[in-house]
């Protein structure tokens, strides 16, 4: 830093445990101005909230309020009054690759192409194609009704606020851009909210009490089936969906949204504990998700195994009074075969 002078380092906000570390480590052997700005999101996470909020209904209004200050144009962007003069090197990836300690045991993705180009093509799409039809269309894993964007977004490779202004601009059915902008500004920006305020986001400690106590007063109730995680990871349970479910993470990098919620739930009737489901489902989503180790996928399993942002539902073996989602609740909201199959030709 000192070679070329650099007077300033900005970095952007990510509130999990690793980067925060990363961060406090640089800051740590320099000597210059370091600032934190959050383009992670839309609304800073610090504005938007002073605290930890206990579910959607709490943080809703304080979001929205936040968005008609916070979701404004990017500004133009300005020519630097001192021109660059070094030659900007070429990166030589492949020893950048060399150099790297690559787990190649997780197969590369082809059904998706990485990159900005391909971002800002794949929101266009769902735009004109899918935006129109989401409330409808979102929860049925055999369509192909979500936009797809979240590799995206995790990798920086598109920013939320692009995505959200296009959204705004849209003059499209409100009902279905309403429900995107549920998921995408409220949902995904509490994610933020809980990852940033609780550091217990990916354990159990970080479960409400409520949901805490359930669990714990049905530790004891009979489980027919315990799977250990190669048999999980290999999709080797007796639940064909479950294991359809498994392999489209498997295949194609990315589990539809709705299957990921039975997914993990399920992984709570099939291990000994929930600490041991949570482990399991983070470390799998983790592993396999394009779009893991976000604060999204610990929100996630949290949410389907611990009740985090959740309430209270009438009580049933296993899950206590943990939200419960069924093979038959499946069946009655999608056509489970054609989503089997859909897999099964990935
Ligand atoms: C067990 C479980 C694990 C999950 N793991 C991840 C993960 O690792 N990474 C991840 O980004 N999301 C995760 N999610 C949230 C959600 O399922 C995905 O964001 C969504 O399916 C991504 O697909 P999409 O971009 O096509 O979504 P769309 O439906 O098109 O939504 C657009 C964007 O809104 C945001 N969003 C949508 N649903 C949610 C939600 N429920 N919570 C927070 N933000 C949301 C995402 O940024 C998403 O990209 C998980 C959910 C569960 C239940």
């Given amino acids: 830093m000192s070679e070329y002078h650099v007077g300033v380092l900005i970095t952007d906000f990510d509130p999990l445990r690793i980067k925060r570390r990363w961060k406090e480590a640089i800051a740590g052997e320099i000597h210059i101005p370091f600032y934190e700005v959050d383009a992670h999101k839309i609304v800073p996470c610090w504005t938007a909230s002073?605290?930890?909020?206990?579910?959607?209904?709490?943080?809703?209004?304080?979001?929205?309020?936040?968005?008609?200050?916070?979701?404004?144009?990017?500004?133009k962007l300005k020519r630097h009054p001192f021109p660059w003069n070094e030659d900007a090197c070429e990166i030589d990836w492949r020893l950048i690759a060399g150099s790297l300690e690559v787990n190649t045991s997780v197969s590369e993705i082809s059904l998706i192409t990485p990159g900005q180009r391909a971002a800002r093509e794949m929101l266009n799409h769902f735009l004109a194609h899918k935006l129109a039809r989401y409330n409808e269309m979102r929860n049925d894993p055999t369509l192909d009704g979500q936009s797809s964007l979240s590799p995206?977004?995790?990798?920086?490779?598109?920013?939320?606020?692009?995505?959200?202004?296009?959204?705004?601009?849209?003059?499209?059915?409100?009902v279905s851009k309403e429900a995107f902008l549920e998921e995408f500004v409220v949902r995904r920006e509490l994610s933020d909210n809980f990852c940033f305020y609780n550091s217990n986001y990916d354990s159990v400690d970080g479960f409400p009490s409520w949901a805490q106590t359930t669990l714990e007063e049905h530790s004891g109730d009979k489980k027919q089936h315990i799977y250990s995680l190669e048999?999980?990871?290999?999709?080797?349970?007796?639940?064909?969906?479950?294991?359809?479910?498994?392999?489209e993470i498997v295949k194609a990098g990315k589990m539809h949204g709705y299957m990921r919620m039975y997914w993990a739930k399920k992984i709570l009737v099939w291990t000994?504990?929930?600490?041991?489901?949570?482990?399991?489902?983070?470390?799998?989503?983790?592993?396999?998700?394009?779009?893991?180790?976000?604060?999204?996928?610990?929100?996630?399993?949290?949410?389907?195994?611990?009740?985090?942002?959740?309430?209270?539902?009438?009580?049933?073996?296993v899950f206590g009074k943990i939200r419960y989602m069924s093979y038959q609740g499946c069946r009655s909201k999608f056509d489970v075969d054609s989503y089997i199959q859909k897999v099964h030709n990935l």
């Fill in 50 to 75: 002073p605290k930890g909020e206990y579910a959607a209904r709490t943080y809703r209004p304080k979001v929205r309020r936040a968005l008609t200050e916070f979701l404004e144009e990017f500004p």
């Fill in 152 to 174: 995206y977004l995790h990798f920086g490779q598109i920013s939320a606020q692009r995505m959200a202004l296009e959204v705004e601009k849209s003059t499209i059915d409100p």
């Fill in 231 to 247: 048999q999980f990871e290999g999709a080797e349970t007796h639940y064909v969906l479950w294991n359809a479910a498994q392999m």
């Fill in 272 to 317: 000994e504990t929930p600490a041991d489901a949570l482990r399991i489902a983070t470390y799998l989503n983790d592993r396999y998700e394009l779009d893991g180790r976000d604060p999204n996928g610990y929100v996630g399993c949290a949410w389907s195994i611990g009740g985090v942002h959740d309430r209270a539902w009438p009580s049933r073996p």
